[in-house]
């Protein structure tokens, strides 16, 4: 008893700890994006006019999800918006939580304890929660379906990823891991799940979802300058270098680089069954390769983060995560020339890099005892509850 109250002690002494830290340092931005899907909705659903016409009073943000997206916030459009914020908060505790626990749930409650108070003042999970994000949602998603439904007994399998798809198109690089590992029965329901979602939602706003596909998909002016420091894609970098001429050449080469050694490094996850490395490093990779990956989308990192402390790279998994805590970039912002300027306002993007190559492959996560997988049976192999050297 004792002990377990110690225990105790210490996971809310970090909450604790964490949230001060976050009362310190964190930047309070009013829950903008969950604002501005809350307006976008009402103006939409009330007959104000069109979805992506809508524009936030004092800003030049508009939605900028696809259709889908819409019809499954629809219910914003009968919720009182304090109702809104309580919802999205609690979503994304739940998600947070589901993905911690799925990834390293048999180390026990003490060490999932103490990474989910940690998280509180990592900043990619700080953002994504004031800013009202539903980036942890979509990880949540496609976290169940690759380390629950993904199995050649399971006729689900690709039904979330597809979902998260048909909800956020950067998701659409996990279809691209099922084909590229030879899960195609999965690959094509994911993108079933994806194309019918996208067709009904077509169907129900024809006006919507083209102005979607052929406007405001390749705007990205809609979501601000590339070169601004919080997009830590390889875009964000280049844009950086040059932000008048941003070359797409040295951002070509650099996209073929990194997609060769994830279908490398993925490739050689799955054929040692550790689907949850092809997790994670598909969803380093994303945001990567996305055009904008601002800094609550880097919430994709925890799944690495998470595997490092699991596989015995504590020290490295907590370098990355002190980083990931200290708003560096923010220093550099608008002051990106210079060796010094490069290095610091690109710093989060050198994060997953690292993370790129240093994500452990192992054969332990084929079968886990907190779910079915592709190798021996229900019950799965039991694993030592200690970090392992």
Known sequence: MQRRSARIAIVVGLAVAALAFDAAFAVRHGFFDLNVYYGAINYWAHGHGELYDFIREGSTYGFTYPPFAALAMLPMAVVPWPVVIVLSALATVAATGLVVYRLIGRRGWFTVGVILALLIAFEPMRETFLFGQVNMLLVALVAADLLVAVSGRRKWAGVGIGLATAVKLTPGLFIIYLLITKRFKAAFVAMGTAAAATLVASAISPNAAREF????????????????????????????????????????????GVLVIWVVRSRRAAAMGDEAAGLALTGLVSGLLSPVTWVHHLVWLIPALLLLIDRGRVWLAGGLYVLLCSRLVWAFDRRFGGFWGFLGSNAYLYASLILLFAVPLSPRDAVTDLGVGEGAGARGPQFPLTVRP
Request: net charge neutral; glycine share 6%.
């Open 213 to 256: 596909f052929t406007q405001a998909l390749w705007d990205t002016d809609r979501v601000g300058a590339l070169s601004f420091v919080s997009n830590q894609s390889l875009q964000g970098l280049v844009a950086r270098l040059d932000p008048a001429h941003p070359s797409r050449l040295v951002w070509l080469g650099l996209a073929v």
